[in-house]
């Protein structure tokens, strides 16, 4: 079956096209880029660089830009589905989905009327288990957004790793956040994974600190050899 | 021991992962479990188990309404049973019931219309992914239903339940109570 992955090049969306990947055929990605910082469906720091993730993945991007007002945003992500379909023959869409019924409703309810197949292979995955499959198949993923306290400017850039790991999850025991950034606390890019032909390397970045969150800006980034 | 059956079109499919995966994370925290697709279930995986969960399906797959045959087994089994989604479509479709057209996505307002083994509230909102419900027939009590369709069934004289939406998404005590029945 040749499915489409929703693809924002976080790290949920990357270990969904991988376990789509070890079972059917993906043939594309589709990327939604929103105007709208306070978008629950698609805003990603870093989303521009989603056309370099899909390079050295190989994979052709097929990508439309958003206002991201709600629910309008869904008639955008159908025309981008729509075009997936056309160009590329997908009979489905696979997502990132981990606990959001808000995400995955939509995103089912396009795919219905649109009589295609919709996955979301990490739905209600322990947070802890996600994110150290991640370490263990070193996926090399940054931290590229902080949105709740108590996170700070420290934690922008940090590759994800055991010892980060474990602090997300000391803070879950003390302010119960959500380790995984499911509730939006944390936002991340992924720079390498093992569908990745070539790395991605960050030649320059900045901070943008606004007050209680902020985000690292990938301003330039290249694909070298792994 | 709980048997888990993948009612997902095809062995080891993307489906595992969103409609198995998920309960049997629910159902190991109360006892051991074992997962095998429908076209792999034996008599004496029956035999072993002390109940069973009939797992949904993605909402396009809808491999086991044409397959009613592979399920007969229902029928003669005392254990409990519990089919969610496609598992309940099925768990009719084995006893006759006609599947109705009914597609509800999202989380969906439940009214249970019977006090029962599984659910104790009054009314209580689940997620649902489904584009059938089934009608019912004396063999059936409705426990459950929604402002469109049924949403949960019991056999009169079996420990056989079908519950419409996916408890195991944002009502996972549901699973707890039927497993402690």
Redesign the interface.
């Given at each position: 079956m040749k499915l489409g992955v929703l693809f924002s090049g976080g790290k949920d969306s990357t270990l969904a096209l991988h376990?789509?990947a070890e079972?059917?055929e993906v043939a594309c990605l589709i990327t939604l880029r929103s105007k709208n910082p306070e978008s629950f469906m698609f805003h990603t720091p870093n989303v521009e660089l989603t056309e370099l993730q899909a390079e050295a993945l190989d994979l052709p991007l097929v990508t439309r830009i958003t206002e991201g007002k709600k629910e309008e945003e869904l008639a955008d992500l159908r025309e981008a589905i729509v075009e997936a379909a056309t160009r590329f023959h997908i009979e489905?869409v696979?997502t990132g989905a981990v606990d959001s019924?808000y995400q995955a409703?939509r995103v089912?309810?396009v795919?219905?009327q649109l009589?295609?197949?919709?996955?979301?292979?990490?739905?209600?995955?322990?947070q802890k288990a996600l994110l150290e499959e991640l370490v263990k198949d070193q996926f090399t993923v940054i931290i590229s957004g902080v949105f709740a306290y108590p996170l700070d400017e420290s934690w922008l850039g940090k590759k994800i790793d055991s010892e980060i790991i474990a602090r997300l999850f000391a803070l879950q025991q003390q302010y119960g956040l959500s380790p995984s950034g499911e509730g939006g606390e944390i936002e991340t890019s992924v720079l390498d994974a093992p569908l990745f032909k070539r790395k991605v390397e960050i030649l320059n970045s900045f901070v943008e600190w606004n007050r209680d969150s902020g985000i690292f800006r990938i301003n330039k980034a290249r694909l070298v050899p792994k | 021991m709980i048997l888990i059956v993948d009612m997902n079109w095809k062995r080891n499919s993307l489906g595992v992962y969103e409609f198995v995966l998920p309960l049997a994370s629910i159902a190991q925290e109360m006892d051991e479990c074992i997962i095998k697709h429908y076209l792999e279930v034996t008599s004496e995986d029956i035999a072993h188990c002390d109940r069973i969960i009939l797992s949904g399906t993605a909402l396009r797959d809808n491999a086991t309404l044409s397959q009613p045959e592979e399920f007969e087994w229902i029928k003669s089994t005392e254990k409990p049973v519990l089919g969610i989604c496609a598992g309940m479509q099925t768990i009719g479709l084995v006893f006759g019931l006609r599947l109705r057209r009914c597609l509800e996505i999202g989380m969906t307002q439940i009214t249970a219309l019977k006090e029962n083994s599984l659910f104790s509230t009054a009314a209580f909102r689940a997620y649902s992914l489904h584009n059938y419900s089934v009608e019912t027939s004396a063999e059936f009590e409705v426990l459950a239903e929604s402002a469109k369709c049924l949403q949960a069934i019991k056999h009169r004289k079996k420990p056989l339940y079908g519950v419409l939406f996916h408890p195991e998404v944002r009502n996972p005590d549901i699973i707890n109570r039927f497993i402690q029945l």
């Open positions: 376990k789509a079972i059917e489905g696979v019924v409703q089912q309810r795919c219905s009589d295609l197949w919709c996955f979301n292979p990490l739905w209600k995955r322990n | -």
